[in-house]
C-alpha cells in the first residue's frame, strides 16, 4: 500500500543551486548595464581636464572683450590744469564711481553667459570644468582690468596736462577704485548662474529601473520561499490508492 498527497510538492530549486531570485545572482543577460567610465555621458579624468583647460583658455580670452567694452562705456572722469595744479573739472561728479559701477555690471553679465554657455556645451562635465569655470573668470576680470587701463588714456597725468594746455580739458586715466569686488563679479555670477542651471536642468542619476533590474526582480516568487498563493495553482488533492 502507497498513499499519495497531491498537495505535496517538492522544492523547485535544488539545494546545490543558487535561486532565481537570489539578490546575490549576476542580473540577467537583458539587463543593461551601467554605462563605463570614459564614455560621453560620464568622462574620466583626463577628458574632465582636457575640457577644463579648454573653458580655462576661452574664458580667460573673453576677458578682453570685457577690457574692449569697459573702456567703450565707462564714464570719463574730466581734468583740468592751471599750469601748477590739476584738479576736478566737477568735484561733484560721480563718473569715478561710474566706471567701477560699469565694470561690475559688465562682469555680471558676462558671468552670466560664459556660466550658461559651459553649461550647454558641457552639462555633464565634473567638478574640473567648473573649476576651470572659476579660474578662468577670475583671470578674464584681471585681463579685462589691465586691457582697460592699457589702451585707455594714460596715467602720466603731469604730461598729458602739459600736452593739453592750461585750462584745456582732459580725461583722466581709466582705474578702478574697489579692484577686489569688480575682479569677483564675473566668478560669482558665473558659480552662481552655474550652480542654479545644473539644480533646475542638470543630468539626474538613473533609477534601479533604467539599470535592468526593476523587471528582474518583479513578479511572483517561487520556490520553497513562496507564500499561499503565490505559485501556480495546485493540483487537486488525490486520494489515497490501492497499490
Given at each position: 500500500?502507497a498513499?499519495?498527497?497531491?498537495?505535496?510538492?517538492?522544492p523547485?530549486?535544488?539545494?546545490?543551486?543558487p535561486g532565481p531570485?537570489?539578490?546575490?545572482?549576476?542580473?540577467?543577460?537583458?539587463?543593461?548595464p551601467a554605462?563605463?567610465?570614459?564614455?560621453?555621458?560620464?568622462?574620466d579624468?583626463a577628458?574632465e581636464l582636457?575640457?577644463?583647460?579648454?573653458v580655462?583658455?576661452l574664458?580667460t580670452?573673453?576677458g578682453i572683450a570685457?577690457?574692449?567694452?569697459?573702456?567703450?562705456?565707462?564714464p570719463?572722469?574730466p581734468l583740468?590744469?592751471d599750469?601748477?595744479?590739476?584738479f576736478l573739472?566737477n568735484?561733484?561728479?560721480?563718473?569715478a564711481?561710474?566706471?567701477?559701477?560699469t565694470?561690475v555690471?559688465?562682469?555680471?553679465?558676462?558671468?552670466?553667459?560664459?556660466?550658461?554657455?559651459?553649461?550647454?556645451?558641457l552639462?555633464?562635465?565634473?567638478?574640473?570644468v567648473?573649476?576651470?569655470?572659476?579660474?578662468g573668470?577670475l583671470?578674464?576680470s584681471?585681463?579685462?582690468w589691465?586691457?582697460?587701463?592699457?589702451?585707455?588714456p594714460s596715467?602720466?597725468?603731469?604730461?598729458r596736462?602739459?600736452?593739453a594746455g592750461?585750462?584745456v580739458t582732459?580725461?583722466a586715466?581709466?582705474?578702478?577704485?574697489?579692484v577686489?569686488v569688480a575682479?569677483?563679479?564675473?566668478?560669482?555670477a558665473a558659480?552662481?548662474?552655474?550652480?542654479?542651471l545644473?539644480?533646475?536642468?542638470?543630468?539626474?542619476?538613473?533609477?534601479?529601473?533604467?539599470?535592468?533590474?526593476g523587471?528582474?526582480?518583479?513578479?511572483?516568487?517561487?520556490?520553497?520561499?513562496?507564500?499561499p498563493?503565490?505559485?501556480p495553482?495546485?493540483?487537486p488533492a488525490g486520494?489515497?490508492?490501492?497499490?
Open positions: 500500500m498513499w499519495h498527497d497531491g498537495t505535496v510538492t517538492a523547485l530549486t535544488p539545494p546545490h543551486q531570485h537570489d539578490p546575490w545572482q549576476a542580473p540577467p543577460s537583458g539587463s543593461h554605462p563605463s567610465a570614459g564614455g560621453p555621458d560620464h568622462p579624468t577628458t582636457r575640457q577644463a583647460a579648454v580655462l583658455v574664458v580670452l573673453a570685457l577690457g574692449l567694452l569697459w573702456l567703450w562705456l565707462a570719463r572722469v583740468i590744469s599750469d601748477t595744479a590739476v573739472k568735484s561733484e561728479g560721480e563718473e564711481i561710474g566706471a567701477d559701477g565694470f555690471l559688465l562682469a555680471l553679465g558676462f558671468g552670466a553667459l560664459s556660466a550658461a554657455a559651459v553649461f550647454w556645451r552639462r555633464r562635465g565634473g567638478v574640473l567648473v573649476v576651470g569655470l572659476a579660474l573668470a583671470l578674464a584681471l585681463v579685462a589691465r586691457v582697460g587701463i592699457w589702451l585707455g596715467s602720466d597725468v603731469v604730461a596736462a602739459r600736452e592750461r585750462g582732459f580725461d586715466p581709466l582705474e578702478l577704485h574697489s577686489g575682479v569677483l563679479a564675473w566668478p560669482f558659480m552662481g548662474i552655474h550652480l542654479l545644473t539644480a533646475a536642468f542638470g543630468p539626474r542619476d538613473a533609477g534601479p529601473e533604467w539599470l535592468g533590474y523587471s528582474y526582480y518583479d513578479g511572483p516568487v517561487q520556490g520553497p520561499l513562496a507564500g498563493g503565490s505559485g495553482p495546485s493540483s486520494g489515497g490508492g490501492a497499490a
